[in-house]
Antibody, heavy 121, light 106 residues
Framework: EVQLVESGGGLVQAGGSLRLSCVAS????????MSWVRQAPGKGLEWVSS????????YYADSVKGRFTISRDNSKNTLYLLMNSLRAEDTAIYYC??????????????WGQGTLVTVSS | DIQMTQSPSSVSASVGDRVTITCRAS??????LAWYQQKAGKAPNLLIY???NFQSGVPSRFSGSGSGTDFTLTINSLQPEDFATYYC?????????FGGGTKVEI
């Protein structure tokens, strides 16, 4: 059974930093694109970032480019999101999500429970 | 960026109804479209991928169609557990984008 467990969320002041983690199990982690998707309170879904299985290529939403860094440690089956220069508008639940297939599709078939990041201004 | 426009933003329906949700892309995305269901306080759940393919375990009352710019999610014979918010998502190009959501409520 696929499991994705996020951690690292919390309350941080604007301008601060936070690192989110997502521990994966139940599949060959290194073979899949992994992504972060966020959801502001009462709002819709927003894609944040994706990283391919080997970790060499990553993509970012314009709203986080230059401030957030996605990475992965395939030896630990763990996905990370380092968030710097946080803004109030980054307040959201952050979900990690797994691609549906090893051949890249960018459709997310498994999601974690989410971790809440609150940025106070 | 490709904009995804869903309509309606909300729909009131009853058990047994047929509900149709549409999603329009601002440019052609072939069949690079997925539909997700999200219940309150829960993570999204993939229903349909590649516009019309069922994700494993999804009931057959859900169906997806469309290609290019116009897509449809249909729920036949709405069940109590189907009351939720539905999102479309394009995977044709970065940045990946979601529609604004459609809330299906009683």
């Amino acid at each position: 059974e696929v499991q994705l467990v996020e951690s690292g969320g919390g309350l941080v002041q604007a301008g601060g930093s936070l690192r989110l983690s997502c521990v994966a199990s139940g599949f060959t982690f290194s073979s899949y694109v992994m992504s972060w998707v966020r959801q502001a309170p009462g709002k819709g879904l927003e894609w944040v970032s994706s990283i391919i299985g080997g970790g060499g290529t990553a993509y970012y939403a314009d709203s986080v480019k230059g401030r957030f860094t996605i990475s992965r440690d395939n030896s630990k089956n763990t996905l990370y999101l380092l968030m710097n220069s946080l803004r109030a508008e980054d307040t959201a639940i952050y979900y990690c999500a797994k691609d549906r297939v090893e051949t890249i599709m960018y459709f997310f078939d498994s999601w974690g429970q989410g971790t809440l990041v609150t940025v106070s201004s | 960026d490709i904009q995804m426009t869903q309509s309606p933003s909300s729909v009131s329906a009853s058990v047994g109804d047929r509900v149709t949700i549409t999603c329009r892309a601002s440019q052609g995305i072939s069949n690079w479209l997925a539909w997700y269901q999200q219940k309150a306080g829960k993570a999204p759940n993939l229903l349909i991928y590649s516009a019309s393919n069922f994700q494993s375990g999804v009931p057959s009352r859900f169906s997806g169609s469309g290609s290019g710019t116009d897509f449809t999610l249909t729920i036949n014979s709405l069940q109590p557990e189907d009351f939720a918010t539905y999102y479309c998502q394009q995977a044709n190009s970065f940045p990946l984008t979601f529609g604004g959501g459609t809330k299906v409520e009683i």
